[in-house]
Each structure stands twice: as C-alpha cells, then as structure tokens.
C-alpha cells in the first residue's frame, strides 16, 4: 500500500517533466477509476486550467482523424506541445476504441510534443467517456498548451464535447447529406468554429453557404462571437493554418470576455456534480443489500405511491458523502 | 388556498371520465410545474400503469406526423382510446413547439377517443420534455389504451423516448442520406419495430435491405426480440394496420418475457431518480445564498482543490430531500 500510493507523486513529476510513458500511466489508472485515482486528481490539482482545449466533432465521414493530424501538424510546427484525446463512440460491433493509438499516432509516434490516446466511450450511448474530463486533467497538467478532443458527432457527445471544450470545431464535408447535418438541432447551437473539409470536391461552397445563412438565422445575443465557417483540405494541409489562426481568434475573445473563466467554471461544475451525483447513485443501489431505488420504483408501478413522494423517500435514505 | 386544493380530485375523477378539458387542466398542470404538481402526482398514482407506451422517433422529413396520425385512425378503427404527446424539439427559430394542438387534432377534432397535445421540449438540447413522464401518468390514468410519444430524431430525444415507452417504433423514408440515419450509433440500438415510410418511392427497398443487413451484423443476445422491418405508405394508410399487428405482436412477447414490468419499473426508477437529483441541484444552487457548487467549481478552477474532494464537499452540504 504504502509502495503504491507513493507512486503517484513520482508519476505526476515524471509527467510534468514530459515523459510519456507516466502521462499514459496516469490516464490509465483514470480509465480503470483506479483505487488511486483520488490520489492523482488530488496531485494534479494544483497544475491545472493551463492547456486550451479544442472539442473536434462532426459526421462519420467529415475527416475527423485526418483533420486532428493536420491540426497536431501545425500546432507542433509552431512549438506547441499538443494532446489528443480521440474518443470513439462505444460500437455495438466493437464495444470498445476502433482505433488503436500505435495507429493513431501515426507521423507523430516519435515527437515527444505529442500525446494521442483513444478512450472508449462507456456508459451512456453515443456519449463521451465518463473518464475524459479526469484525463483532460492529466494532459493539462503534463504541460501539454492545447488538448484536442475528438469525438465523432453522434448522439450526445458532441453536446457533451462543446460542454468540456474552451472552443468547440464542428467539421462537415460536402456529399454526406448535409442538409440533414445542418438540421440537426445542435449543430448550429455548439460551434464556435466551423469548417468544411474535403473543399477540393463539389458542394463545398454551397455547404458553406447553407451553413452561413442557418448561422445568420439563428444567430445568437448582440455581442456574441460570430462562429467564422473556414474550408480545408487535411489531406493536404490547405486552409490548416487559417484553422488555427482561427482558434487563437476565439481564445482572444473567450479572454478579452471573461468567457475563458466562464467555461472553465462550468465545465468544474459539471465535473464535480457528475461526480457527486455518481457517488448518490452508488448509494441508493447499496443501501439494505437490495436497492431502496428499485424498491420504490415498484411501488410506483404497482400505484402504491408516485414519483414525487418516492424521491423524497430516496433523498431521506440517502448517505452523506 | 383550499379551494385549488379541492380542485385535483375533481379534475382527476372528470379526467377518468374521458373529459378531454380535465386532461388538458391536468397536463397544464404539470407543464407549467404548478405547486399543484405533487398533489396531481399523488392523486394519479393508484390509476396508473395501464396505458401502453409507444415511442415514435425518426429524422425531419421521414413523415412522423402522417405515420402518427395514421396509426391513431387505425388504433380508434379498432375501438381503441389513443393519447398522443408530440414533443418538438426546441427549435432556435421558434423556442417552443412548432405545431399547435389545434392543427393536429385535425381530422380526430370531434373524436372523445382521441387525445392530442403538442408539447415545447425545454432545458435541454434536443431532449424530451423534462414533463413528458408525467403527462404519460395523467393519460395513462385518464384510461387512454395507447398513448403514442412522437419526437423528432435528433440530439438525446431518440435515446430518451426508448427509455419512456414500452415499444419504440423508429421511422425511416428513402432519399433522406439514410446511410447517415442508418449509421447513427443509436438506431439500431433502440428500436423494437422499423417502419420505411414513403414505401412508394425509389430506393425504400434498399432502405429495408440495408437495415436489415445492419440489424442482423448488430444482433442482440439469444431470445431477444428480433425487430421486424416494416414498410408503409402512411399518407394512403398503407401498411399502417401491419404496424398495428407488429406493435400487439411485440406487446404480447414483452408480457410474455416478463420484459414489460421491467421496462416499466426502470421508466419510474429514471423518473424518480430525475426528480430526487432536481431536488438535489435546486439545494445545492440555494445553500449560503451564493451558490455551493459555483464556489467549489472557482476552487478546483484555481487548483486549490480537485472534483473529488470538491464532490465530498457538496454531498456533505446537501440537504436532505
């Protein structure tokens, strides 16, 4: 016991001095919810809220990994040490990540300014893992200046993704049925940048002006940032530096406007209430061996009582923390 | 004071009685979370669990509303009493539902056997009413046989709409980019039954065949229901009353497994559940007059503290329900 949990100071200094190996240490005891993980999120605590962090979101099929490498590309080309997070949905075929990260790293395999890990996404369909924010925490404090978190645009994560990001990229590409892309109620609701990759081939333009006009009609407070809708080609790099030009815009803003500390607020909100309120669920299916939940949940159904009178029977059996 | 009191039994009893201006009371109620709320909860509970739940979901232009309306004319054909809860997301161009009770009524305006209401999705994107359970609960006691949830298929509404109902139906038409709708991770997850609307179009057999080979690729555990794929031309009333016969089909195989009051019993777990963690939140917001969760979140943003620790600090300032 005492040898193990004197491990995690060494890793976190190990991490913060750019080691790679203790960076996926730490993830890794995050993933398994580890016995340690208090400890390390109590030891990283005072080197966070440094890193940027960009959500990466969009359609199966947009480009997603091809666009997160070109991005790594150009941030590295400026000196900055960069983390990928790359959540894959959970499959029903795969039930875990698709990719691996040897696969995954790719041309960066031997840059020490970068680290991709894949995370499964568990739990909840289509959501990020319940682990990210945790290892968003890991690379922040590893020193890593921007933390890209993709995530394919299923499903909630891409809500959840926007919740986590500073600044939140949505991706689309001609050809995929993009009418019912735009449709999609969140999609005009979380990005702060968009662009339409593949602009080498047909519909590019008129994707970007589609997209422009639904800006332009559900635009939002005086005031607000106006998301700029950007083009690229990843494959071969064009319109990858006006991307991240782009990003240093938004950071500004988000500074100059107090939003950096706002976002970063509730995305510690989210985190600590997700937290607590898993440590109640824990409780109430533990309680008297058999679950006070499911007990009451029954009586619901049977019309012994109603749903209000029930949660009220929950919260009073509830353990304190 | 007493005199609203004394309101809710008699709104219920007139309810029961098939009134559709006490149901509409009762659902007001509930909508608008009047102070009311707990006392109608407690007045339905003895009246409940009877009605039987279908979801419909399915993407803009996949014809929910005729396929609705269609299966009500059938179900009312066949001397069943039908409510319907159209929930619509909240949209950024209008803010709350798009289509008025009145319009939908329509060709059902004179019928006592039918029940219509248009619900505005709020607090979260793309979700369900955070009322639809207990709008389910007021027509469920006022004796409806069916009650059809219709939602759009974007965001979480699909995800939760499967949660609420003991059938869920997920519509599909040619020629919307059905491989995007197909290849959502969600759809072949949360549907018992595949109706392809639009039969008489182009492309609507490849729409079955490729959602077949889909569902066959993701097929669940031995013994479980095995979704049929159903084709129909809701606007001619084609196919309409094989969707009628698979929906008896799929209740009968849910009774027979016991599946049923499994459903129902995890529907009121998710709803009692929803309301205790409410509560827990409006507390956690009103502790100090600042609120608890804002300060500790400026914590771990300053790194002073982690979300652990902070979650420790926030269950032990609960308080009890």
Request: aromatic share 4%; charged share 25%; proline share 4%.
């Amino acid at each position: 016991m005492s040898r193990r949990a004197e491990q995690v100071p060494d890793l976190v200094a190990r991490a913060r001095d750019g080691e790679s190996r203790a960076v996926a240490r730490l993830i890794s005891l995050v993933e398994d919810e580890s016995p340690l993980l208090r400890e390390v999120m109590a030891a990283l605590a005072p080197y966070g809220s440094r890193a940027r962090v960009v959500g990466i979101t969009g359609s199966p099929g947009v480009g997603k990994s091809t666009s997160t490498n070109a991005l790594v590309r150009e941030l590295r080309a400026a000196g900055r040490r960069v983390g990928v997070l790359a959540v894959d949905p959970s499959s029903p075929f795969s039930g875990g990540a698709l990719l691996g990260d040897r696969v995954r790293m790719g041309d960066h395999a031997l840059d020490e300014g970068v680290y991709i890990r894949s995370m499964a996404a568990r739990g909840h369909l289509g959501g990020l893992a319940w682990t990210t924010p945790q290892a968003l925490r890991v690379l922040d404090a590893a020193g890593f200046d921007v933390v890209l978190i993709e995530t394919v645009g299923v499903g909630q994560s891409e809500v959840e993704v926007a919740g986590l990001a500073d600044t939140t990229v949505v991706l689309l590409a001609p050809g995929l049925g993009d009418g019912i892309q735009a449709a999609k109620a969140g999609i005009l609701e979380i990005g702060d940048l968009y662009v339409v990759n593949k602009a080498d081939r047909d519909g590019a333009d008129q994707v970007r002006r589609d997209l422009r006009s639904m800006l332009k009609l559900a635009e939002r407070t005086e005031g607000a940032w106006r998301p700029p809708v950007l083009a690229t080609v990843a494959q071969s790099g064009r319109g990858v530096a006006e991307v991240v030009a782009a990003l240093d815009d938004h950071h500004a803003w988000l500074s100059e406007h107090g939003e950096l500390e706002r976002r970063r607020v509730r995305r510690a909100r989210d985190e600590i209430e997700a937290i607590a309120l898993t440590a109640l669920r824990a409780g109430w299916a533990g309680v008297h061996g058999a679950t006070d939940l499911d007990v009451l949940a029954a009586a619901v159904v049977g019309g012994e009582t109603d749903p209000y009178a029930a949660a009220d029977r929950l919260l009073e059996s509830a353990p304190r923390g």
